[in-house]
C-alpha cells in the first residue's frame, strides 16, 4: 500500500521536529538498499557484507582528494545484515584530521540509513586481534559505539552531500584508534 499524503507529511514533519533535515523511508516502503556512499579521510581499506569481502569490482572511487576517498559500494543490504568498514587515517597529516560517513541509499536522497553517533547500530573495533571475530559475528562488540570525531576533516560532508544526495543528514564517526573497523547493524 502506497503512503498517503497525509502520511507523507506525517513522516516529513516528524523528520523536522527530531531536526532531521530529510526523513528516512516510510515504514510500507522497500528498505533495501542498492548501494552504499562512503566518504573517508584517508580511506577504506575493505568492506564486508554479513562477513564476506566485498570484491573490489563492487566497489567504485568516485573522487580522491588530497588522498581521502569517495566511494560507491554496489551491494544491495537488507534487514538484518551488517556492513563491517575497514579505515584507517593517518594522524600526521593535515593537523589528525579524520573522517568517515557512510549512507546505505536506494536512489540520490533516498536514504535508508546514514552514519549517526547516537544510533547504537553502529559500532567499532579497533583491536587487531578481535577484527576477525568483529567482521565475522554480527553481535561482537556491538557493545562498543562508534565515536564522535575530535578534529573531522571539514569536506567530508560536502562530499557526502555531493555523491549521496544534497539531503544528506548524517554525522561522521570513528573508533579510538588511527586503525579501525567499524560496523552497521541493519535494524
Known amino acids: 500500500m502506497k503512503p498517503t499524503s497525509i502520511q507523507n507529511l506525517a513522516v516529513l514533519a516528524t523528520g523536522l521536529l527530531l531536526g532531521l533535515s530529510a ?8 528498505q533495501s538498499v542498492r548501494y552504499l556512499v562512503t566518504v ?11 562477513g564476506k569481502v566485498v570484491p573490489d569490482e563492487s566497489r567504485h572511487l568516485l573522487a580522491e582528494t ?14 538484518g545484515d551488517w556492513i563491517v568498514f575497514h579505515v584507517v ?33 553502529w559500532s567499532a573495533c579497533d583491536d587487531p586481534s578481535s577484527a576477525d571475530r568483529f567482521i565475522a559475528e554480527k553481535n ?10 575530535a578534529k573531522p576533516w571539514g569536506d567530508g560532508d560536502r562530499l557526502m552531500k555531493k555523491y549521496a544526495g544534497d539531503s544528506w543528514f548524517g554525522e561522521p ?15
Open 66 to 79: 588530497f588522498g581521502a576517498t569517495t566511494e560507491r559500494i554496489d551491494v544491495p543490504v537488507h534487514q
Open 40 to 50: 573517508a579521510d584517508d580511506f577504506v581499506v575493505d568492506v564486508y557484507y554479513d
Open 173 to 187: 564517526l570513528w573508533g579510538r584508534a588511527s586503525d579501525t573497523w567499524i560496523k552497521y547493524i541493519v535494524p
Open 23 to 30: 526523513p528516512l523511508l516510510a515504514d510500507d516502503e522497500d
Open 140 to 149: 561482537f562488540l556491538s557493545d562498543r559505539p562508534a565515536r564522535e570525531i
Open 89 to 121: 587515517n593517518d594522524r600526521m597529516r593535515w593537523g589528525g584530521v579524520s573522517y568517515f560517513a557512510a549512507a546505505g541509499l536506494q536512489d540520490e536522497n533516498k536514504f535508508v540509513f546514514v552514519s549517526k553517533i547516537s544510533s547504537a547500530d
